[in-house]
């Protein structure tokens, strides 16, 4: 099914549960106030939104980000920015294995990488977050989305109701892409929220935490909290509630860390990949 608006602005569904590609719109224009309104009404109802064929300068990028909100500030301390921020304009974070002396230049640099939710290890975490490509591999490096409000309204009943009205701790060391791993640098993030989130634009409950950050359920021994914990991450990875997203140069993505998780598969380590990210700053605890 295919949703017009007023303008020549095309919603085309990319899976049952989340995703919509947006066509008919160059985001290098300025837009009027009908047209940002669909924007963003796409965007709650389909959680993550992908603008196709898109030719952004960076400036370009802060101005799209800055339609939904507040642009979030980069979290992680000066000293731990990799060699490359320096050429980046404040508030955009590179995403990238291509390396300068040896040194990536920007973060999260190779291969797979756990589902998880931007910035929940933050007090206030951020709404959400575009990613622009530049440079692709020329295979693997997806990005795969989850519907937490669909892993929500299908989690077996027994286990909602032993996390219903819990709250779960995360944690999270920069630069790591599975927990444990190793790979962080000297920096990280901690905080709690529910373990199922009330969207507070939609109303709508989803599944809040993820396998890359979350460690515990406050109040509850380990040996009982992880299983409950690892029975809803194999629920909200299901591949049912998952749409898969393959990249091309210059596809815009922006995604609701407010009810939708995202990884990333694996690609060959020779092979360049290069994303500019930008956020948009949370204005509410989860709950």
Same mark, same amino acid.
């Given at each position: 099914?295919?949703?017009?608006?007023?303008?020549?602005?095309?919603?085309?569904?990319?899976?049952?549960?989340?995703?919509?590609?947006?066509?008919?719109?160059?985001?290098?224009?300025?837009?009027?106030?009908?047209?940002?309104?669909?924007?963003?009404?796409?965007?709650?109802?389909?959680?993550?939104?992908?603008?196709?064929?898109?030719?952004?300068?960076?400036?370009?990028?802060?101005?799209?980000?800055?339609?939904?909100?507040?642009?979030?500030?980069?979290?992680?301390?000066?000293?731990?920015?990799?060699?490359?921020?320096?050429?980046?304009?404040?508030?955009?974070?590179?995403?990238?294995?291509?390396?300068?002396?040896?040194?990536?230049?920007?973060?999260?640099?190779?291969?797979?990488?756990?589902?998880?939710?931007?910035?929940?290890?933050?007090?206030?975490?951020?709404?959400?977050?575009? +990613?622009? &490509? $530049?440079? @692709?591999?020329?295979?693997?490096? *997806?990005?795969?989305?989850?519907?937490?409000? %669909?892993?929500? =309204?299908?989690?077996?009943?027994?286990?909602?109701?032993?996390?219903?009205?819990?709250?779960?701790?995360?944690?999270?060391?920069?630069?790591?892409?599975?927990?444990?791993?190793?790979?962080?640098?000297?920096?990280?993030?901690?905080?709690?929220?529910?373990?199922?989130?009330?969207?507070?634009?939609?109303?709508?409950?989803?599944?809040?935490?993820?396998? +890359?950050? &979350? $460690?515990? @359920?406050?109040?509850?021994?380990? *040996?009982?909290?992880?299983?409950?914990?690892? %029975?809803?991450? =194999?629920?909200?990875?299901?591949?049912?509630?998952?749409?898969?997203?393959?990249?091309?140069?210059?596809?815009?993505?922006?995604?609701?860390?407010?009810?939708?998780?995202?990884?990333?598969?694996?690609?060959?380590?020779?092979?360049?990949?290069?994303?500019?990210?930008?956020?948009?700053?949370?204005?509410?605890?989860?709950?």
């Amino acid at each position: 099914m295919v949703a017009t608006t007023g303008t020549k602005l095309e919603i085309v569904p990319l899976s049952a549960h989340v995703g919509a590609e947006l066509r008919g719109i160059d985001l290098r224009e300025p837009q009027d106030a009908a047209t940002l309104a669909a924007i963003y009404q796409a965007w709650l109802d389909h959680l993550v939104i992908v603008f196709p064929d898109q030719k952004l300068e960076q400036e370009d990028l802060l101005k799209v980000t800055s339609y939904f909100g507040e642009i979030g500030a980069l979290r992680r301390p000066p000293k731990f920015f990799p060699p490359g921020f320096n050429r980046i304009l404040p508030n955009i974070m590179l995403i990238s294995n291509i390396r300068e002396n040896g040194e990536p230049i920007g973060a999260l640099p190779d291969g797979e990488m756990m589902f998880h939710h931007d910035m929940i290890h933050a007090e206030i975490p951020h709404n959400g977050t575009f +990613l622009y &490509s $530049v440079e @692709i591999p020329d295979t693997g490096g *997806d990005t795969l989305f989850a519907s937490g409000y %669909a892993a929500y =309204d299908t989690l077996d009943r027994a286990i909602r109701d032993k996390l219903e009205g819990r709250r779960a701790f995360h944690h999270y060391n920069y630069g790591s892409t599975k927990k444990g791993d190793g790979h962080g640098v000297e920096a990280f993030g901690q905080a709690s929220h529910p373990v199922f989130r009330t969207h507070e634009e939609t109303q709508r409950k989803a599944i809040y935490v993820n396998r +890359l950050m &979350s $460690v515990g @359920i406050e109040n509850m021994p380990d *040996d009982e909290a992880q299983p409950l914990l690892d %029975a809803v991450f =194999d629920h909200a990875e299901k591949e049912e509630f998952v749409y898969a997203h393959k990249w091309r140069v210059g596809d815009l993505l922006l995604w609701d860390n407010r009810c939708s998780s995202h990884a990333r598969t694996d690609f060959p380590a020779d092979q360049r990949r290069l994303m500019l990210r930008t956020t948009i700053q949370g204005t509410v605890k989860p709950f």
